[in-house]
C-alpha cells in the first residue's frame, strides 16, 4: 500500500510571521531535546542560529577558492520560493502586508506598498563573505548523528550520508553505498537527468493537425500533465486556447465539421504503473488534461479517469462545439507526416515543471519527464527505457550509479534503488556552477515548515532551514536536501530508513526531521 504523501502547494504567507518570531527557539529546543547525544551543540549564551536576522534574505552565495561546489541566489527562478534577486517570496508579501516601503521592485500590485529592501547575504554558506573558514569535522558529526540514527524508529539498517556543498567532500556516512528503496526522492534523480538531456527552457507542445482532404482533426500529446482545461490556466497550457485557435483556424478553411482523433504514439509501451490503479497518479499517457483528476485538485492523491488521453479528446471537442465546430465522438489515430498543424500549445518551461515536481512531490510530472529523457537521448519512451536513460544521463555526469536502479520516474516502484551517496552527489552537482542548468533540482526542493511536502513538518525544528525532498511509501522513509549549518556551512545530506513497517509513519519522518534539525544546529568544529 502506498501512504500518500502529497500535499497541495500552500502560500506562504501565513507562516512568515511564525518563522520569523520563533525559528531561533525552535531551534533551542530541539538542540536541548537531543543535549544528551549531542551536549556540545547547546552553546551557553549563544543563540544556535544567531546569524540568521529574520525577516531578512538568506542567500547561499558563491565564492570558493577552490574548484568546489556553489549555490548562487543569482541563478534562483521566481517559480520557486524564492524570486530572481534572491529574496524569499514570502518575506515579499510579509513586507508589503507591514507596509513597508524601499528596496527592489518584486512586482506589487499598484496602489500596494512597495516591498521592503532586499537583505545583504546572511547564511553566506560558502565562503567569500564568511569568515568561517573550517568545515564540520567528521568524527564530531557523527558524534552527533550516530545517536539519533539508532532512533527504533528507523528501522534496524538507517543510512545517511552528509557532504560539503563548497568542496564536495563527505563529512559524514552510514551505509552511504547501499542502495535503498528511494520513494519519492528519486525525483531528484529525474529531475537532474530531465535537465541535463533537455535544458530548463525546454517545453512540451501539444498540437491539433487536420489531415488534407479527410477533414480529419487530430489532437496529438506532446507530453505535457500540465495541460489544462481550466477557466483559469495559472500559466499552463491551456485546452480552450487550443480549441479556440484550432477553431479560428478551421473558420479560415471554411471548415464546419470534422472527424476527430487523438495521438497518443508518442509514448510506448504500458500506461499503467507496476502499482496498478493509484489515486497517487493516472496512467502515463503523452495526453491528458489537468492530470486526469476527476475534482478540481491540483496536487495529491485523487480518483483519476480510466483513459486520461480519451478524456481530454472529449473536452477538446466540446470545446470545438462551443466554437461552432460540429464533432465526431473522438477515437485513436496518429497524425501522418502530412497533417498541417492548426494550433498549439506550449507548457511552462522544464524549469518550471521540475520545481512543481518536487515541491509537490508531483507523480504524473515525474513519469512524464522520465519518458521525455528517454525521448531526447535515443530511448524507447516506457518504463524501462526511461530508467534506462536516467542511469544514462546520470552517468553521463560522472555521478555514483552503482547500486542504483531506476523502474520509474516517481519512486513509486519499490524496485527502484538508490543510495545516501547519489542523492547528496545529485545535490551537489546541481549546484555545480559548470551546471546551471541542473539548478532547479535544488530551488523546487520543499522549504521546511513553508511549501510543498515539508508544510506541515519542523514544527518544533529547523523551519525555513532545511530544504528538502521526502520520500514516502508503507515502510519507506527518506530525505534528502541541503541546510545552512551554524557556522554558515552549506551542507547537502540524505537519509533513508527502509524497514520501518509497523511504526508510524509521522513517528519516522520526526526521526529524520531531528537528524536534520541538529544537523543544522551543528558546527561540530
Not at 563527505?170 to 531528484?188: D, E, F, H, N, Q
Not at 477515437?331 to 524549469?351: D, E, F, I, M, Q
Request: include cysteine; charged fraction near 20%.
Amino acid at each position: 500500500m502506498v501512504v500518500p504523501e502529497l500535499r497541495p502547494w500552500r502560500a506562504a504567507k501565513p507562516h512568515v510571521v511564525r518563522l520569523a518570531d520563533a525559528v531561533r527557539p525552535r531551534l533551542a529546543r530541539a538542540a536541548a531535546a537531543t543535549k544528551p547525544q549531542i551536549a556540545r551543540l547547546a552553546r551557553a549564551g549563544k543563540p544556535q542560529v544567531a546569524r540568521v536576522a529574520l525577516p531578512k534574505t538568506w542567500q547561499y552565495t558563491a565564492g570558493a577558492a577552490t574548484a568546489g561546489l556553489a549555490l548562487a541566489a543569482g541563478v534562483v527562478t521566481a517559480a520557486g520560493p524564492w524570486d530572481s534577486s534572491g529574496q524569499r517570496t514570502a518575506e515579499r508579501d510579509r513586507a508589503v502586508a507591514l507596509g513597508r516601503a524601499g528596496g527592489t521592485d518584486h512586482g506589487s500590485a499598484p496602489g500596494h506598498p512597495r516591498p521592503a529592501p532586499t537583505a545583504g547575504p546572511v547564511l553566506t554558506g560558502l565562503g567569500g563573505v564568511s569568515t568561517v573558514k573550517s568545515a564540520p569535522d567528521g568524527k564530531a558529526l557523527a558524534g552527533a548523528l550516530d545517536p539519533l540514527l539508532k532512533d527504533p524508529a528507523l528501522g534496524s539498517r538507517p543510512a545517511a550520508s552528509v557532504i560539503d556543498m563548497t568542496t564536495g567532500r563527505r563529512l559524514y556516512g552510514s551505509g552511504s553505498g547501499t542502495g535503498l528503496t528511494p520513494a519519492s526522492t528519486t525525483k531528484v534523480a529525474t529531475a537532474v537527468a530531465a535537465l541535463s538531456a533537455m535544458g530548463t527552457d525546454h517545453r512540451l507542445t501539444t498540437r491539433a493537425a487536420l489531415e488534407p482532404d479527410t477533414k480529419e482533426v487530430v489532437l496529438a500529446g506532446g507530453g505535457d500533465p500540465t495541460l489544462t482545461a481550466r477557466e483559469k490556466p495559472q500559466g499552463s497550457a491551456s485546452l480552450r486556447t487550443l480549441a479556440a485557435g484550432t477553431a479560428a483556424a478551421l473558420a479560415e478553411r471554411g471548415v464546419r465539421q470534422v472527424t476527430l482523433s487523438y495521438d497518443t504514439t508518442l509514448y510506448a509501451g504500458d500506461e499503467m504503473h507496476p502499482i496498478g490503479v493509484d489515486g497517487n497518479l493516472a496512467r502515463v499517457t503523452p495526453l491528458m488534461a489537468d492530470e486526469g483528476r476527476t475534482d478540481d485538485s491540483t496536487s495529491g492523491p485523487v480518483e483519476r479517469v480510466p483513459d486520461p488521453a480519451a478524456d481530454a479528446a472529449r473536452r477538446f471537442g466540446d470545446l470545438l462545439e462551443s466554437h461552432g465546430i460540429k464533432t465526431t465522438a473522438p477515437g485513436p489515430s496518429k497524425a501522418t507526416t502530412r497533417a498541417k498543424t492548426l494550433a498549439t500549445v506550449s507548457s511552462p518551461p522544464l524549469s518550471a515543471l521540475v520545481e512543481r515536481m518536487l515541491t509537490n512531490s508531483d507523480n504524473d510530472i515525474a513519469e512524464a519527464l522520465a519518458r521525455q529523457t528517454a525521448i531526447a537521448t535515443g530511448e524507447r519512451a516506457d518504463f524501462a527505457g526511461a530508467g534506462k536513460a536516467i542511469g544514462s544521463q546520470l552517468r553521463k555526469l560522472g555521478l555514483p550509479v552503482k547500486g542504483a536502479a531506476f523502474k520509474d520516474g516517481s519512486g513509486l516502484d519499490r524496485a527502484d534503488r538508490l543510495t545516501p551517496d547519489l542523492l547528496t552527489a545529485l545535490l551537489a552537482k546541481a549546484a555545480d556552477p559548470s551546471h546551471p542548468e541542473l539548478r532547479p533540482a535544488l530551488t523546487g526542493l520543499p522549504v521546511a515548515g513553508f511549501t510543498g511536502t515539508l508544510t506541515s513538518r519542523y514544527t518544533d525544528g529547523a523551519s525555513g532551514i532545511v530544504r528538502a525532498k521526502t520520500g514516502t511509501l508503507s515502510g519507506v522513509h527518506t530525505l534528502a536536501g541541503t541546510l545552512v549549518d551554524e557556522d554558515g556551512r552549506l551542507l547537502a545530506f540524505a537519509f533513508m530508513a527502509n524497514g520501518t513497517d509497523g511504526i508510524l509513519p509521522t513517528t519516522t519522518q520526526k526521526a529524520l526531521d531531528r537528524i536534520a534539525t541538529a544537523l543544522a544546529a551543528c558546527g561540530c568544529r
